[in-house]
């Protein structure tokens, strides 16, 4: 396809692993991003990926790439109410602005 | 330091009239980009800038829209005869040169058009 797909929802229960997956479009993609957008906030960077790397580990979260099936995940240990919010996947090429997926929605009960 | 300002927080206007946005990059950073964010459409981009080069423009969705960068700093969003269509946040990004460094985002303008 040639959209940045991702699923609309996930629902987890507190202290889960949550895990939001996504499909970019462009194997040539240098970065893949990984951004968190709170309610009535901007979209703040949480982590991101170079694609010559297969994963990559930042405190609760890890990211993992599959150049050949060109799919991107991002996992949240212990996930916690305050992880609630929408999470963009992006992409990005030389000489183009980020793509977008429609976002995550992820919803946290305790 | 600061990171990427942008005003006004909230725009109402009426269907017809014009409209600027501001946005403040990071300091140092020569790249600076515009999406827009919208119920349908998710997040789109607009147009970048990249240093004195000429900038990229093909996210425009209509010649109702331009945006100027003066000095390599500040840049303004104009959107002409506003629609209720356009009614979106409006999201600046910034990243130190070229695209594949990382974007930084400002709050966003909220836009609404009656």
């Known amino acids: 396809g040639e959209d940045v797909e991702q699923s609309l929802f996930l629902s987890v229960r507190e202290g889960d692993s949550s895990v939001i997956n996504c499909t970019y479009t462009d194997s040539s993609s240098t970065y893949l991003y990984w951004y968190k957008q709170e309610p009535g906030a901007g979209l703040q960077l949480l982590t991101y990926i170079f694609s010559n790397m297969d994963m990559k580990q930042d405190q609760r979260l890890t990211v993992l790439l599959n150049k050949k099936d060109k799919h991107l995940s991002l996992r949240i240990a212990d996930t916690q109410t305050g992880d609630s919010a929408i999470y963009f996947c992006a992409e990005v090429q030389a000489g183009t602005a980020l793509i977008f997926g429609k976002g995550t929605t992820l919803s946290v009960s305790s | 330091g600061a990171g990427v300002s942008q005003s006004p927080s909230n725009k109402v206007t009426e269907k017809g009239k014009d409209v600027e946005l501001r946005c403040d990059p990071i300091s140092g950073h020569t790249a600076l980009y515009w999406y827009r964010q919208s119920l349908g459409q998710g997040l789109e981009f607009l147009i970048y800038?990249?240093?004195?080069?000429?900038?990229?423009k093909s996210g425009l969705p209509s010649d109702r829209f331009s945006a100027e960068r003066t000095g390599g700093s500040v840049s303004t969003l104009t959107i002409q005869r506003t629609q209720q269509e356009d009614s979106a946040v409006y999201l600046c990004?910034?990243?130190?040169?070229?695209?594949?460094?990382?974007?930084?985002f400002g709050p966003g303008t909220r836009l609404t058009v009656l």
């Open positions: 990004a910034s990243s130190l040169t070229a695209t594949t460094d990382t974007q930084y």
């Open positions: 800038f990249q240093g004195n080069s000429a900038p990229d």
